[in-house]
């Protein structure tokens, strides 16, 4: 009864464009189409069903990355005369920073709440480099037991900067003041930020570069700049109160300083994580306009459309044209060819012979 232009452009307006569907099914009506949203839902779930091996080969893909970022976010979930706090978690894999070939993939998880147990069931058996937040759930993961081996933790240095940058950045200071008083713009702030700035500058040059040629600059320019800093943070330390605003953001730092040092030690790791803030901004948007996940099952399906169109995004595909060809395609194509419709694999086959990818 949908033919795959229809099923496409269903799940691209709601996940990709945040279109709830009972804004859709308004619009359907008015042009002649009168469908309920159940049977829409429905029509979401039979896409998620058969784009499914698609995305077990994309998360395999990320999931075999030397280096993740990740991060999380919360969606309201519809409850019992409530709506509960669930969460979005994201895990990016972009090798770009370090000159690395692999083709950049996203991929999302729903869990009810944000116990660490969640991130911890999704790497589960990952070794590699895990760009995070200082959010203590990922910590067990940072251990000796860790499977094989312990994953390599790397602090995200914006998180830290925000924390000194709203000291000395008077929007920032004068949210959540109380009415007629003056915010206070903190000079030492400023201070610790323009040394932290120094460090973003020099690795502003070396992104791209090689694994070897950013560890060699960071070794020769980064690392005298990170001494530095650290100096300042440990005199500082000394002389404010604990509970000093600028204490506190030097505090975030140097609780965890070899988390935030590691990426002096191995070229591939970023001095953010805002691989990983990115994609979220997505669902964050989409929170404005369609307002919760319905169930656990529909959170499930937003987790697999939202990796998927933002894998499609992170490869400069266009997700509309690759869901309208892959909804057109897959039930046809043999096992062993599955991995041409990924979306980097997609986009070189369209670029290569159009009538390749059809045949």
């Not at 308004?26 to 998620?48: F, N």
């Not at 698609?54 to 519809?78: C, F, G, K, M, Q």
């Not at 602090?155 to 200071?173: E, I, M, P, T, Y």
Request: glycine fraction near 6%; aromatic fraction near 8%.
């Amino acid at each position: 009864m949908f033919g795959p232009h229809f099923l496409a452009d269903l799940v691209f307006q709601k996940y990709g464009l945040h279109q709830p569907l009972n804004s859709q099914r308004d619009r359907l009506e008015a042009e002649g189409i009168p469908l309920s949203i159940s049977t829409l839902a429905d029509q979401v779930g039979a896409v998620c069903a058969a784009l499914k091996p698609i995305s077990l080969l994309n998360d395999a893909h990320v999931l075999a990355a030397e280096r993740l970022h990740a991060d999380d976010t919360t969606v309201p979930r519809l409850a019992k005369y409530k709506a509960e706090v669930a969460r979005i978690w994201d895990y990016v894999r972009d090798d770009t920073p370090f000159g690395g070939a692999a083709p950049p993939a996203l991929m999302c998880r729903y869990s009810r709440n944000r116990k660490g147990e969640h991130p911890r069931a999704h790497l589960a058996g990952y070794t590699g480099i895990l760009q995070v937040d200082r959010y203590a759930g990922f910590n067990e993961m940072f251990k000796e037991g860790w499977a094989d081996k312990a994953m390599t933790r790397a602090n995200c240095w914006q998180h830290g900067r925000r924390k000194l940058f709203v000291l000395v950045d008077v929007a920032s200071q004068l949210k959540g003041k109380k009415k007629g008083k003056v915010p206070l713009i903190s000079p030492l702030a400023r201070e610790g930020l323009e040394m932290i700035d120094q460090i973003f500058a020099a690795e502003r040059n070396i992104n791209g570069e090689s694994a070897d040629e950013r560890l060699r600059v960071r070794k020769e320019k980064v690392a005298p700049l990170v001494d530095q800093l650290k100096a300042w943070f440990d005199t500082q330390r000394k002389t404010l109160s604990r509970k000093d605003p600028v204490a506190e953001a030097i505090a975030y730092f140097l609780n965890d300083w070899e988390g935030f040092t590691t990426f002096l030690e191995d070229g591939r790791i970023c001095l953010t994580n805002n691989a990983a803030e990115r994609p979220l901004r997505s669902v964050a948007r989409g929170r404005k306009s369609w307002g919760f996940v319905g169930s656990d099952r529909g959170g499930e399906r937003a987790a697999m459309l939202f990796s998927l169109i933002g894998t499609c995004r992170l490869n400069d595909v266009d997700p509309l044209a690759w869901l309208t060809d892959v909804l057109a395609r897959i039930a046809d194509i043999p096992q062993n060819r599955l991995h041409e419709l990924l979306p980097w694999t997609w986009k070189t086959l369209q670029n290569s012979d159009p009538a390749k990818i059809a045949a």
